[in-house]
């Protein structure tokens, strides 16, 4: 296994990337397959690592912990499909341009970085790069420093697994990653809060590099009745509390329908219960916040509203207990940011136009839920409101979706990856006209004559 280190300080590697990049070895299909099944191998290889990473972390048991691995499905569907997803689409060129092909050309964009938050740390870096890898790039990875068993998990497999000169990591805080940003790279990938999200478009702009914004923002969780009230308290409960709360598309806030809210309250309580025990800091199934800061934030928002339910919490282990919040206002601690913690603040209203008015008056979501069987009420939330992703009846499990292409809007971020996405967001699509050389039709040069004013005339107006 290749073991080199990285010495070379930052501008010197971006440097040796740019030059191994020149080589085209990354341009083959055959290479790029050979690199994606190397790294499949490399996770599988490092199973237990990710798991203990992700334990010592984030206290992640270990089933939440494969949701790192499963980025495996990513590296399976590429290594399926690149073949197709590498073809110059062919295009029709019009008659006047005869004789003559067009095609578009997907292209490595060249030296990327992929920078990645906490929450999901191995996941949130390894699949960029796997996008990054099928299109045929080099790349730079930058993973959270709050996650740093994780973050040197992650170095130990690309050293091992790739030459620095085509895969490498740069581990670090915010000095790190800013000393990248300084640099010219030909995208950027980058996961993480929304203030920083500004800074890396920003510092990208110096360069007029492109971005990808994967940011969070607050998700709302709209419960309208006509559902299987047990499921959905179920599935509510499920997709708010894995991570611990710590997921960028949890459901961040419950907008209930007035008259089925105490029903639903009491069921979600109901499987909170039934997942963690009367005692979820017992609970082997239940993880921690990833450090005091976060942790201090939260216990801020548990200020105001009534606790239905938990609120208890340990700053020595950052245990914060599954907690729900009623007679909670738009005017409150937990609602004037995305949580991002295990406190799930519920609101009401009496009509859907209202609940929809009320989320349409905020920055546009990376996720909305919307728990009701009703086709048309549900096409008038696919109309009327604008978000990242809609699960309809369920949470968090459009992600595992990898044909979906998934990422925010608006402020919840820009471009999109999973699946084809990844590819299409490191690649740039070429377009490529060739003609030949043995017609020449006359009429488009100057002097220009009556016949070629015609002719002009019939293309330009049909
Ligand atoms: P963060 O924005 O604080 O940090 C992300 C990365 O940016 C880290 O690697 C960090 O070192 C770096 N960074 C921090 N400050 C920086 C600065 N000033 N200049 C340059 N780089 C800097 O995010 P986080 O706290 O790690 O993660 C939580 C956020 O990420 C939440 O808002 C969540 O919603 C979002 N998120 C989004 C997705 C998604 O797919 N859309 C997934 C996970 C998390």
Same mark, same amino acid.
């Given at each position: ?12 590697? #971006? ?5 191994? !990049? ?8 055959? &290479? ?11 996770? #599988? ?9 992700? %334990?010592? @972390?984030?206290? $992640? ?7 790192? +691995? ?12 690149? %073949? ?6 062919? =295009? ?29 740390p &191995? ?8 996008g ?11 993973p ?22 085509y ?16 640099? %010219? ?5 980058? *996961? ?5 999200? $500004? ?75 039934? !997942? ?12 921690? +916040? ?10 801020? /928002?548990?200020? $105001? ?22 007679? #909670?206002?738009?005017? @409150?601690?937990v ?8 406190i ?6 009496? *009509?859907l136009?209202?609940a929809?008015s009320q ?28 978000s990242?992703?809609? /699960? +309809? ?12 292409? &998934? ?5 919840s ?15 740039? &699509? %070429?377009?490529?006209?060739? $003609?030949e050389?043995?017609?020449d ?17 019939? +293309? =330009? *107006?049909?």
């Amino acid at each position: 296994m290749n073991q080199k280190l990285i010495t070379s300080p930052i501008p010197q590697l #971006v440097k040796q990337q740019r030059e191994f !990049f020149r080589t085209e070895q990354t341009q083959s299909l055959s &290479f790029r397959l050979e690199q994606l099944t190397k790294l499949k191998q490399a996770i #599988v290889d490092r199973q237990e690592a990710i798991v203990r990473a992700a %334990k010592a @972390d984030l206290g $992640r048991p270990a089933f939440e912990a494969y949701f790192e +691995i499963a980025t495996l499905g990513e590296i399976n569907l590429a290594l399926k499909q690149l %073949k197709n997803w590498v073809k110059p689409q062919r =295009v029709k060129s019009p008659i006047d341009q005869f004789p003559a092909a067009a095609w578009i050309q997907p292209d490595p964009l060249g030296v990327v970085l992929i920078i990645g938050p906490w929450n999901y740390p &191995f996941q949130l870096i390894i699949s960029p790069l796997v996008g990054a890898i099928a299109a045929g790039n080099c790349a730079i990875l930058k993973p959270s420093e709050h996650a740093p068993e994780t973050s040197r998990v992650v170095a130990e497999l690309i050293a091992a697994t790739f030459d620095p000169d085509y895969v490498a990591v740069a581990e670090g805080d915010v000095n790190v990653s800013q000393q990248l940003l300084a640099e %010219k790279f030909d995208h950027i990938f980058f *996961t993480g809060g929304t203030a920083v999200g $500004r800074i890396v478009m920003a510092a990208a702009a110096q360069h007029l590099t492109p971005v990808t914004l994967e940011l969070g923002g607050k998700s709302p969780c709209i419960v309208d009745g006509n559902i299987h009230l047990d499921r959905a308290a179920k599935r509510i409960a499920w997709g708010k509390f894995i991570n611990t709360g710590q997921t960028c598309i949890a459901p961040d806030y419950l907008l209930v329908q007035r008259q089925i809210k105490p029903d639903l309250v009491d069921r979600i309580k109901y499987h909170i219960k039934e !997942f963690y025990g009367a005692d979820p800091a017992k609970s082997p199934d239940y993880g921690r +916040i990833i450090h005091r800061q976060h942790f201090d934030r939260l216990i801020a /928002c548990l200020d $105001r509203g009534e606790i239905v339910l938990g609120g208890e919490y340990n700053p020595a282990d950052r245990y914060l207990a599954p907690t729900l919040i009623d007679g #909670v206002t738009w005017d @409150d601690p937990v609602m004037q940011e995305e949580i991002f913690g295990p406190i799930l603040p519920i609101l009401t209203y009496d *009509t859907l136009e209202d609940a929809i008015s009320q989320v349409n008056a905020r920055p546009k979501p990376l996720a909305l839920y919307f728990f009701s069987q009703d086709r048309d009420r549900q096409e008038q939330i696919l109309r009327t409101t604008s978000s990242g992703g809609v /699960c +309809i009846n369920d949470t968090v499990m459009q992600v595992g979706v990898n044909a979906l292409p &998934f990422g925010g809007v608006g402020e919840s971020g820009m471009g999109s990856y999973h699946g084809k996405a990844s590819f299409n967001t490191f690649s740039h &699509f %070429k377009s490529v006209l060739r $003609r030949e050389f043995w017609l020449d039709l006359g009429w488009r040069y100057a002097p220009y004559t009556a016949q070629g004013l015609a002719q002009i005339k019939k +293309i =330009v *107006t049909g």
